[in-house]
């Protein structure tokens, strides 16, 4: 085989293997997005509408692992296989402003230096909950939603550090795992 086919090969595979984990980590998204509604955070935190923003850690895990258009690919093909397994046209319009905002501010964030894949995180948190509030205020066409902000921006400090810590979790042990790969001629 001459080296241009080798070449031509190796990038072949590589594209495959990157469409894989794309898919498995919208599968995941998915399913975590789908668990995290039987989990009743309003328990503890008695503020309507309030998630850990599980699914989350996959887009985030995504950023950092695959790049921005990858990332942002998985986003907006959850949001919209979301919606279709049962999110619906308003749930569609909320998850996808959200998120996409928060992709952008996240995007934006990994770039500077001074943000750790925390402070990514809670930005990200952060930018879910204006976005989502944004929406509301049209759909509802009312400036009053807005005063729930506040709470949603707090509460997205303690959801964005979590999801943070289990990203950079995530990412500690897929670094370990691809080194472990690379070692061993894979």
Do not use: D, W
């Not at 072949?12 to 989990?39: D, G, P, V």
């Not at 501010?105 to 402070?119: D, K």
């Amino acid at each position: 085989m001459t080296q241009e086919k080798q070449m031509k090969e190796k990038t072949r595979m590589m594209r495959t293997k990157k469409l894989t984990l794309c898919a498995m980590l919208i599968s995941l998204a998915l399913a975590l997005a789908y668990a995290e509604r039987f989990i009743p955070l309003q328990m503890v935190i008695p503020l309507p509408g309030i998630k850990l923003g599980l699914a989350n850690i996959v887009t985030l895990v995504a950023l950092y692992l695959l790049g921005t258009k990858s990332a942002f690919t998985i986003l907006i093909l959850r949001c919209f296989l979301g919606a279709v397994f049962g999110g619906g046209i308003t749930g569609l319009l909320f998850s996808m402003t959200g998120g996409l905002l928060s992709m952008a501010v996240m995007a934006t964030a990994s770039r500077v230096p001074l943000f750790s894949i925390y402070g990514v995180s809670i930005l990200g948190a952060a930018a879910h909950n204006v976005g989502q509030i944004g929406m509301a205020m049209i759909l509802m066409q009312s400036v009053y939603v807005g005063t729930y902000l506040p709470y949603l921006l707090i509460v997205a400090l303690f959801t964005g550090f979590a999801t943070g810590s289990a990203g950079a979790g995530v990412l500690r042990i897929m670094k370990t795992v691809q080194r472990t790969e690379e070692g061993a001629g894979g």
